[in-house]
């Protein structure tokens, strides 16, 4: 659902493809010195291109918006008829978009955080008696995750390198090649400086009373890291081409 990406949004890279097409799959069957060096030729080396296979991962489109589904059930079911008739659209709505991502092949483990994250937002929202109390979680989360990604870059181990490296073939030793970890360095801090756009936004809009504009941002920030993804996976590859 829509909180299920807010909650692991650098998850969906690792985890949302199809079952027989999980990430590093076509890396095992290469040889190892390969896979520690040497670019995957199959890589995209557009940026249009990486943001396509970047949002495949993500599930696509599609799948975006049946991550959110049950979140839009909810609010549109309390705009017309109250927080009982929310519960119950969300009671309808998380057990269909499981089902659907596994129609479609996604991940099992995603579905299924998926599907707990909804019912403890569901939680929060009954045990407070109020719409918008769904989203207290996802408001929150941005603030986590980007401590999180600032801390990487600290420890002079930024968060990107760690997820992308190996998709993109880079060297074992990435930290010491400095075009590499100047790349992955602003990249993990373009998505903190996302993650703090996204807590303000979140912040005004739970304020504000407006669980429509608090579901809308959690199914928009899926394309946003998408594309950081993408950025990253074309300018790795590029640095890695061009390192001596």
Known sequence: MTNDLAAAPTEQFATARPVDDQPGDELDDQPADRQADE????????????????????????GILVAGLPAIAFVAADAVGGLT????????????????????????????????????CAGIAAFSGEARAFFLLPTLIPAVLGVVFLGSVLVRRPITGMIFNRLVGGPADWREHPRLMRVYTLSTLAAVAFHAVNLVARGFAYLADQPAVLAALGVAAAPVFALIAAVTLVAARRAITAAP
């Open 39 to 62: 670019p995957d030729d199959d890589q995209p080396t557009t940026l249009s291109a990486a943001l396509r296979r970047s949002l495949a991962r993500s599930g696509g489109m599609t």
């Open 85 to 120: 008739w929310a519960f119950i659209a969300l009671a309808v709505a998380a057990p269909v978009a499981f089902g659907v991502r596994l129609a479609r092949r996604e991940s099992l483990r995603g579905a299924l955080i998926g599907l707990a994250v909804a019912g403890v």
